[in-house]
């Protein structure tokens, strides 16, 4: 019982705007989760459309990430991150419910484009109104915690898709129209939350337009971040690859290494970030996910030389490997971004630091497919290398970028606090 309650507690913030922020969460990740998991049978049997149109069209929307991050980010910033995020789970609500009126691929094109569009943009924008809500040393724990509701969130979702697709017709339709709802649940709950509880207005000379894309030390933090954050693609995309066409391991194997991986994910995210709240124990956790990462790699190369059950127990170790590098580098990147960000530009920077995810999922399974599947075990070896590269890199050039942004910071006048309340 006493380790039931530890997880729950792990899982579920303690009440107050915590605990509001991941019922938010929960039901942004039940909604994507329920369309995204079934999207490709949607457009290919509802739509009428052809896999390799419904592919295309998802490389575009990953692409309008590069401009929606930054964008995104920086509006939260002027606009307010409460009224930008309605905003942005408004108009995904409202493209989710025009997918039934998708009939031809010129339609979808221009509708999944501006979906992904808004979808990149939830990101920071989300992180902005965590930060504006939650105080600093708090931050990392939060994000730990609402990743974990998303996560399970988003497997709930899947799971009821899985049902919808079981039942087939009417049920498949209704897809589109559930997620919509579930986003404007979301919207209702955010209402509820006060604007932020303390805004900081930027002390005079000191705001910059694209101050956070001019912050050299800042960008080439968010460089080296992305070969960090290839786990997501290796185990959304590579890793089955490998196990299916160059290991003997049942096929059956690759959904429930997946589950295995975001089992581990909701267990152990929020301890697994400990250490993250300051920019240096952020650098460090990054530094050790590379570590991870790279062993995960030599991991997966050996289980092409073994038997049915070898290669499955290898995969398996392999994953828990991989999940390592992805908790800590989840956690690196919140402590970094939040750390690093000045309080009135928290969503421009933190749009920012999103590139390196947007740039790892856009390149990332390409080229890491192409690697593995072409060089075999030298192509593993080469992603250790990069991994580790990255991981070594980054823990000096944090400390600089912490000098830079103390230095920017010193004599600055105090930065102005506005108290609000209720959901005003």
Not at 23 to 43: I, M, P
Not at 298 to 308: C, H, K, M, Q
Not at 326 to 347: F, K, R
Request: glycine content about 12%.
């Amino acid at each position: 019982m006493p380790s039931l309650q530890r997880v729950a507690a792990a899982v579920v913030p303690r009440p107050g705007r915590e605990r509001l922020l991941s019922w938010v969460n929960l039901a942004y990740a039940v909604g994507r989760g329920v369309f995204l998991s079934g999207s490709v049978v949607y457009f290919t049997t509802v739509s009428g459309l052809s896999p390799t149109q419904v592919g295309l069209g998802t490389s575009a929307a990953a692409l309008s990430g590069f401009a929606a991050s930054f964008l995104c980010g920086a509006a939260a910033d002027r606009l307010g991150a409460r009224r930008m995020l309605v905003a942005l789970f408004a108009l995904q609500a409202a493209g989710f419910a025009l997918y039934p009126a998708v009939r031809s691929a010129g339609l979808f094109y221009v509708l999944i484009v501006a979906v992904g569009f808004v979808e990149y943009g939830v990101g920071p924008t989300f992180g902005a109104f965590v930060g504006s809500l939650i105080e600093p040393a708090e931050r990392v724990q939060t994000r730990a915690m609402l990743r974990t509701m998303f996560n399970i969130g988003f497997s709930a979702g899947s799971g009821i898709t899985a049902l919808a697709l079981a039942g087939g017709g009417a049920l498949v339709r209704a897809l589109p129209w559930l997620s919509a709802a579930l986003l404007l649940g979301a919207v209702l709950l955010i209402l509820r939350l006060p604007r932020t509880i303390a805004t900081a207005a930027p002390a005079a000379g000191t705001a910059r337009r694209f101050g956070a894309l001019r912050d050299v030390r800042f960008v080439a933090l968010t460089a080296l971040s992305a070969p960090l954050a290839l786990h997501a693609s290796v185990m959304l995309v590579v890793l089955p690859l490998w196990a299916v066409s160059r290991t003997d391991a049942p096929h059956a194997l690759v959904p429930l290494l997946l589950v295995a991986n975001t089992v581990v994910v909701v267990l152990f995210q929020v301890s697994a970030s400990k250490g993250a709240e300051t920019v240096r124990g952020a650098a460090r956790l990054a530094r050790r996910s590379g570590a991870w990462l790279a062993a995960a790699c030599a991991v997966a190369a050996t289980a092409a030389y073994g038997d049915a059950l070898t290669a499955s127990v290898v995969l398996g170790v392999a994953v828990l490997l991989f999940t390592m590098a992805e908790l800590q580098q989840s956690a690196s990147g919140w402590g970094l971004s939040h750390g690093l960000a000045p309080d009135h530009a928290q969503g421009e920077y933190l749009g920012t630091f999103q590139l390196h995810m947007v740039a790892q999922g856009v390149l990332g399974p390409g080229i890491v497919s192409a690697a593995a599947l072409s060089w075999g075990a030298w192509g593993w070896a080469a992603l250790a290398v990069a991994v580790l590269a990255a991981g070594l890199l980054i823990v000096p050039l944090a400390a600089a970028a912490e000098r830079g942004t103390a230095g920017a910071g010193a004599g600055a006048p105090a930065p102005a606090v506005k108290q609000l309340s209720g959901s005003s």
